[in-house]
T-cell receptor, first 113, second 115 residues
C-alpha cells in the first residue's frame, strides 16, 4: 500500500540552527500539508501546498518557516533558525485530488536543545 | 472558523468492555467530513473511521462505530470489545469539502485499557 514517508524519524538540533524536514508524498498526490504537534497537545495545521505554491498557512507558519517541492517527489519543511519552542512532532500529509482523504506520514520528532 | 472539542482528556475501560469517546464541533458548513484518528505511543496518526456529513447512516469499522448527530454537532466514537491494543490517544478531526481541505483536530482523549 502506498504511504507517505518522512525522514528523519528523529532529529536533534541546536537552537538557532537551520533544519530541513523531508517528506515523500504518495506519487500521484497533488496536495501537500505540514502539521505540528507539540508534546501533549493537539495536532495543528501549519501549511498547505498545491501547484507549487502555498495555498494556505496558519499564524504559526511565520517567516522562519518555508516549504518547497524541489524535485517533484520530495516535499520539505525548512525552519531557518530553530527555537526551543519548535520542538514538536511534525507530520506531513498528502492527498490525491480535491476532497479526498489525506494520508499522514509517521512524523518527524524534532528536538531543539 | 471551525472548531473541534473533545471534553474528555482521559478515559479508562476494562478489557472486553465498551467505551464511548465524545467529540463536538462547530461549523456553519452543511457538508464536511469527520474523522477519528488513533495515535499510539509511536505517535503515528492512524485513521480509525470516517463519516461524511451528508450521510445519515453512522459509519462502522469492525469494533469501531460512530454516533453522528448532525443537528447537535456531535460525533462520538464507540469502541466495542476493547482490547489492550486500543490504548492510545484518540483525536477527532474535521475537514471541509472546500478550500484547502485542511484538517482541524481536537485536543485528544487518552484511552487506557485495563486488563
Amino acid at each position: 500500500e502506498p504511504e507517505v514517508t518522512q525522514t528523519p524519524s528523529h532529529q536533534v538540533t541546536q537552537m538557532g540552527q537551520e533544519v530541513i524536514l523531508r517528506c515523500v508524498p504518495i506519487s500521484n498526490h497533488l496536495y501537500f500539508y505540514w502539521y505540528r504537534q507539540i508534546l501533549g497537545q493537539k495536532v495543528e495545521f501549519l501549511v498547505s501546498f498545491y501547484n507549487n505554491e502555498i495555498s494556505e498557512k496558519s499564524e504559526i507558519f511565520d517567516d522562519q518557516f518555508s516549504v518547497e517541492r524541489p524535485d517533484g517527489s520530495n516535499f520539505t519543511l525548512k525552519i531557518r533558525s530553530t527555537k526551543l519552542e519548535d520542538s514538536a512532532m511534525y507530520f506531513c500529509a498528502s492527498r490525491e485530488r480535491e476532497n479526498t482523504e489525506a494520508f499522514f506520514g509517521q512524523g518527524t520528532r524534532l528536538t531543539v536543545v | 472558523a471551525q472548531t473541534v472539542t473533545q471534553s474528555q482528556p482521559e478515559m479508562s475501560v476494562q478489557e472486553a468492555e465498551t467505551v464511548t469517546l465524545s467529540c463536538t464541533y462547530d461549523t456553519s458548513e452543511s457538508d464536511y467530513y469527520l474523522f477519528w484518528y488513533k495515535q499510539p505511543p509511536s505517535r503515528q496518526m492512524i485513521l480509525v473511521i470516517r463519516q461524511e456529513a451528508y450521510k445519515q447512516q453512522n459509519a462502522t469499522e469492525n469494533r469501531f462505530s460512530v454516533n453522528f448527530q448532525k443537528a447537535a454537532k456531535s460525533f462520538s466514537l464507540k469502541i466495542s470489545d476493547s482490547q489492550l491494543g486500543d490504548a492510545a490517544m484518540y483525536f477527532c478531526a474535521y475537514r471541509s469539502t472546500s478550500g484547502t481541505y485542511k484538517y482541524i483536530f481536537g485536543t485528544g482523549t487518552r484511552l487506557k485499557v485495563l486488563a
